[in-house]
């Protein structure tokens, strides 16, 4: 096992603005992927009060090696009320711009996409300037679903590619799917080409040079507009070893070949996920 590289040191969370966050998203019930998928930046972005949050609650039906998030089946189990506690939080703490994501709920009908666009209502609702960001599942690429979401008019949605094509039946869960994500994200652009769509992977997984390259075409001819780059961190024991660290000036590297490949913006680092310095990568 590779030992873990002095810049992927981060500090533990702390601090007043921290504690305010953890317990205001704890008194509405609410959950955060910051929390729930481990995220290496939670102390840097709830400090400045910035948190993605997590719908549809804490249990993924799906399980994807890399993915510290519970897995089972949550049985059919919704809050109503979570859209309006949603939109209330984000009122609370005044933000201009809040990411919205979710575990995949494959037990739901419509797998969750009406929920989806009533959170997003909500807070556009009670946040008139906000801007709002869907991390969106693959809704297993239904037009009606993402059309759900896209009617709720999100500034931008994005959907993760995650890895490469070729790592994606050893990595991700069955019933994701290279082509279809790619799918999702041509299917937005062909639904509504005024929305903004983005995407994100990891390094650090087995991948090779060209297989990243491969995916920044890829992610290009789909539309995406942002493309986020990051590296791979295993969770627990339990998940897949990190097989390269890559170092900040190989991220760099990747972030040049995709400007030149034509996206319009890539935002490339080893602390990189989809959902960091979301309002500021957008800018």
């Given at each position: 096992m590779h030992r873990k590289p002095d810049w992927l040191k981060i500090k533990l969370p702390s601090g007043d603005e921290f504690k305010e966050v953890f317990e205001t998203?704890?008194?509405?019930?609410?959950?955060?992927?910051?929390?729930?998928a481990r995220c290496p930046n939670i102390s840097e972005c709830w400090a400045k009060k910035s948190a993605t949050i997590m719908i549809l609650g804490k249990i993924c039906t799906r399980s994807c090696r890399f993915c510290a998030v519970t897995t089972g089946n949550p049985e059919g189990n919704l809050d109503p009320d979570e859209p309006e506690k949603v939109a209330q939080v984000v009122k609370k703490f005044g933000l201009r711009y809040v990411?919205?994501?979710?575990v995949n709920r494959d037990d739901l009908e419509d797998l969750g996409s009406s929920h989806y666009a009533r959170t997003i209502e909500a807070i556009k609702s009670m946040n008139p300037e906000t801007d709002v960001e869907a991390l969106i599942p693959d809704f297993d690429a239904r037009e009606e679903f993402l059309q759900k979401v896209?009617?709720?008019?999100?500034?931008?949605?994005g959907h993760n590619i995650e890895t490469v094509r070729r790592l994606t039946p050893f990595i991700r869960d069955r019933r994701c799917n290279y082509e279809k994500s790619l799918s999702v994200l041509k299917k937005i652009k062909i639904l509504n080409s005024r929305i903004l769509t983005k995407s994100g992977f990891m390094l650090g997984l087995g991948e090779t040079e060209t297989d990243i390259i491969e995916t920044l075409?890829?992610?290009?001819?789909?539309?995406?507009?942002?493309?986020?780059i990051g590296q791979y961190l295993q969770p627990t024991r339990s998940h897949p070893q990190v097989r390269k660290y890559y170092t900040p000036e190989e991220f760099t590297k990747y972030h040049r070949i995709g400007k030149e490949l034509g996206i319009k913006y890539v935002y490339s680092g080893p602390l990189v996920r989809s959902s960091y310095n979301a309002f500021e990568v957008f800018k």
């Open positions: 998203l704890k008194s509405y019930n609410l959950s955060t992927v910051c929390q729930e990411v919205i994501t979710s896209i009617d709720a008019r999100p500034l931008v949605i075409k890829d992610l290009r001819d789909a539309g995406v507009e942002i493309v986020t």
